[in-house]
């Protein structure tokens, strides 16, 4: 791999918000353009309560991104029938994708009126099936909007995938090297065993938590090696982790 493998990796956009920062939004889809990562991903909570109006807000933003981004739904998007809608407006909640270097799965962990995240044993054997399948050679990614560990700094620890534990074993054993996560609003990574977490902040919610500002993140993969950096919105990125993907 001569060129690094780039991946813009944002979550949390929330329009509908009290306080949503629509000027944030465009300011990293901009910079997304200016990027011309190989992927951009977007990690759930397009909206605030679920609405056919904040989606059809969140689509149009979205709709600014000149590659067209892969997109999960968040348990705020779950809300008042809004999984509907996601599939009106954004296509599949469950999504598969791969070019010659990469393969992922994303998928939609949420449950309608409850914020806490589920797989679930008969889509845990599913999932399972799909990244056996992935060919060898290309790197496995997975990402889904709760978090499979609890993220520090945040101020609450709740809301976790139920069944983190039973998820987290089944994505080291079938030799995921990333998982990408959103949700919590704060950005943070965990290495566990053989695979990175990676949890984005917020784009476009005032929620920040423990953090002073909108952010996203890059990660560039090169001689198999990950390098993620923090983008604070209009500031300059910030390398946070490297990790070894062999
Ligand atoms: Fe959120
Ligand atoms: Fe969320």
Request: proline share 3%; charged share 25%.
């Amino acid at each position: 791999m001569e060129e690094a493998y780039t991946i813009a990796h944002l979550s949390d956009i929330h329009v509908g918000e009290k306080g949503f920062r629509r000027d944030q939004v465009l300011k990293c889809i901009a910079e997304v353009n200016v990027l011309t990562p190989n992927l951009t991903l977007i990690t759930g909570d397009l909206t605030w309560r679920g609405l056919y109006k904040e989606f059809e807000e969140a689509r149009e933003l979205i709709d600014g991104f000149e590659q067209k981004p892969l997109v999960i739904m968040g348990n705020h998007d779950a809300y008042n029938l809004g999984y509907n809608t996601f599939e009106k407006l954004f296509g599949e909640r469950m999504i598969q994708y791969e070019d010659d270097q990469i393969f992922l799965v994303g998928v939609d962990s949420t449950q309608p009126d409850i914020d806490a995240g589920h797989i679930g044993r008969v889509f845990q054997d599913h999932l399972h099936e799909v990244l056996l399948k992935a060919p060898k050679e290309k790197i496995r990614l997975f990402s889904l909007h709760h978090h499979l560990a609890p993220v520090p700094n945040s101020g609450r620890e709740r809301d976790i995938l139920t069944d983190a534990g039973d998820v987290l074993s089944m994505l080291i054993e079938d030799n995921v090297k990333i998982t990408f996560c959103g949700h919590r609003h704060v950005s943070w990574t965990w290495h566990v065993e053989s695979m990175l977490i990676i949890h984005a902040g917020t784009v476009g919610s005032p929620r920040l938590r423990g953090m002073p500002d909108q952010s996203y993140l890059i990660i560039r993969i090169k001689n198999e090696e990950a390098s993620i950096y923090l983008k604070f919105i209009g500031k300059k990125e910030k390398l946070i982790r490297k990790f070894k993907l062999d």
